[in-house]
C-alpha cells in the first residue's frame, strides 16, 4: 500500500512539475497562435495577449488551457481536432467559413467568453460533453450549430444571421439555457435531435419561427417568443413538453403563438398565449396534429380563435383540459376535426362562438362558456 501511494504520489508531482505555460504576444518570439499550439503539450496553458492574429489554427492536442488576456482578436478560423477537455476562453473569433469547429472526436471541452462572428457559420460543435458559455454568435449562415450529444451551451446571444436559422440544435440530451435568439434570418431555434431540453430561452425578431420544435421528446420550459414573423413556436417533433412559458406576451407574433405541423402526442401546459395576429393555439390548419394535449393554458386576445382544431389536416384525437380561453377576436374553441376530449375548459368574451364544436365524435364535459 505504501509503495503504491509512493508511486500515486510521484506521478502526480511529474504530471504537475511537467504542465508549462507558453506566451503567444504580437511581440514574439510566439506570434501565432498555431505556433503556441505547436509549442505546448498536453497540461499546458497558452496565454495569448493582447493584440490582432491573422489566420486560422487547429488544436489537435488534449488537456491545454488557452486563455485570452486582454482584447485579444482572431481573424480566421479555429478548428479543434480530436481535442479532449480543452478549455478555450477570452476571444474575439472572425471566421471565414466556420469561426469555431469542434469536430466529432473532439469532446469535454469548455469555451467560454467568446464574441464570435463568420461570412458562413459561426460555431458548430459535433463532439459530446462540450461545454457553450458566455458568449454571442452572428453569422451570415447558422450562428450556432450543435450535432454533438450531452452538451451544454449557457448563457449566450446568437444573431443576427442572413439567410439561416440563430440556434440549430440535433444530437441527443443536448443542454441550452438562458439563450436568445435575436434577428434571425429563418428560424430562432431549429431545435430537433432526441431529448432536447431548453431552459429559459427567449426568441426575438425571428423570420420564419421563433422555435421549431422538430425532435423527439425534448423538455421545453420557460421560453418566451416575442414578436416573430411566422409563430411564436412550431411543433413538428413528437413526444415533446412545452411548459411555462410566453407566446407573444412583450410582442405579437404575426402567425399563431403555437402551431401545431405534423406534430404528434407532445404536451403543451401552463403557458401564456397572448396577442398573437394568427390566433392562439392552432392544429391542423398548415400540419397534421393528432394525439396532443392543451392543458392549463391562458390563450388570451389572439386575433383569430383561441385555440383552433381544424379539417384542412387532420387534428384528431386530441386532449383539451382546464384551459382559459377569452378575448379572442374569433371563436373560443373551435374544433373541426373528430374525436377529440375537451374537458373544463373556460371560454368567456371571445368575439365569435365560446366553445365551437363541430366535428363528429368529441366529447366535451363542464366546459364553462359564461
Known amino acids: 500500500m505504501r509503495i503504491h501511494l509512493l508511486a500515486v504520489l510521484s506521478a502526480t508531482l511529474v504530471s504537475s512539475a511537467s504542465a508549462g505555460t507558453v506566451t503567444v504576444s504580437p511581440a514574439g518570439p510566439i506570434t501565432t497562435i498555431q505556433g503556441g499550439l505547436n509549442a505546448a503539450v498536453p497540461g499546458d496553458t497558452v496565454v495569448v495577449l493582447e493584440g490582432t492574429y491573422n489566420g486560422d489554427f487547429t488544436n489537435t492536442k488534449s488537456r491545454l488551457i488557452v486563455r485570452g488576456v486582454g482584447n485579444v482578436v482572431v481573424n480566421g478560423d479555429a478548428a479543434f481536432v480530436g481535442a479532449k477537455r480543452c478549455v478555450f476562453q477570452n476571444f474575439t473569433v472572425n471566421g471565414t467559413v466556420t469561426a469555431l469547429h469542434l469536430d466529432q472526436d473532439s469532446h469535454g ?141 412583450e410582442g405579437s407574433n404575426s402567425g399563431p403563438g403555437i402551431l401545431f405541423d405534423g406534430a404528434d402526442g407532445n404536451l403543451v401546459t401552463g403557458c401564456a398565449v397572448f396577442g398573437n395576429f394568427g390566433g392562439g393555439i392552432d392544429l391542423g390548419t398548415v400540419g397534421d396534429g393528432e394525439h396532443n394535449r392543451l392543458v392549463r393554458n391562458r390563450v388570451v386576445g389572439n386575433t383569430g380563435h383561441g385555440i383552433h382544431l381544424s379539417v384542412n389536416n387532420v387534428s384528431n384525437d386530441n386532449w383539451l383540459e382546464k384551459n382559459l380561453v377569452s378575448a379572442n377576436s374569433g371563436d373560443g374553441i373551435r374544433v373541426e376535426s373528430d374525436h377529440n376530449v375537451l374537458l373544463t375548459n373556460t371560454c368567456s368574451g371571445n368575439g365569435g362562438t365560446a366553445l365551437n364544436i363541430l366535428g363528429s365524435n368529441n366529447l366535451a364535459v363542464n366546459n364553462k362558456a359564461p
Not at 449557457?154 to 440549430?168: K, V
Not at 425578431?205 to 420557460?222: H, P, T
Open 109 to 249: 471541452n469548455v469555451l467560454s467568453s467568446l464574441s464570435v462572428t463568420s461570412i458562413a457559420d459561426g460555431i458548430w460543435i459535433e463532439g459530446d460533453g462540450n461545454s457553450l458559455l458566455n458568449f454571442t454568435a452572428a453569422a451570415t449562415d447558422v450562428a450556432v450549430r450543435v450535432n454533438g450529444s450531452f452538451n451544454t451551451v449557457m448563457n449566450g446571444l446568437a444573431g443576427p444571421t442572413s439567410n439561416d436559422d440563430a440556434f440549430s440544435l440535433a444530437g441527443e440530451r443536448n443542454l441550452v439555457r438562458k439563450c436568445l435568439a435575436l434577428g434571425s434570418a429563418d428560424d430562432g431555434f431549429e431545435a430537433g435531435g432526441r431529448g432536447l431540453v431548453l431552459f429559459q430561452c427567449a426568441a426575438v425578431s425571428s423570420a420564419a419561427a421563433g422555435f421549431r420544435i422538430d425532435g423527439v421528446g425534448g423538455s421545453y420550459s420557460k421560453l418566451a417568443a416575442h414578436a416573430n414573423f411566422e409563430s411564436g413556436a412550431t411543433i413538428e417533433g413528437s413526444g415533446n413538453v412545452v411548459s411555462k412559458s410566453l407566446f407573444g406576451t
